[in-house]
């Protein structure tokens, strides 16, 4: 077998088995992350929209709310685990699997069956870098 050949051959068996051994051994995340997690530089996030960032297992959803500035929420729902997005047109965080709705500004549960508000994060500056951590 030529040098070419057992290359290719190589790199062929590692494109293969390199997503299954991602698949059995994922890397591990922390559940909730121990400190601050970046998420962006101050001013990043313009007034009216958002972001969603990954924190530890868990997506996190950061609101620039006009009236009230920078917000955060871990986004899962509280009812059963789906991810909840922020509508502007509506102002609402909203879970679209059974359309539970939650107020921005303190993440309070407005209708539907979630039976919870969203957990709160806590949003810090450093320098000109934005960071997000769970609530002391
Ligand atoms: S999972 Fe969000 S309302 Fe049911």
New binding site residues.
Partial sequence: MKATHRLLATTGIGVLLGPLITYFWPARLEETPSGPVAIGKEGSIPAASSKTVQFGRHPALVINIEEKGLVSYIAV?T????IVKWNPVSGMIE?P????FFDPRDGSVIS???PAPLEKLDISIDGDTLYIMSEV
């Fill in positions: 729902c009812h059963f685990a789906c879970c699997c059974h359309a539970g539907g069956p979630p």
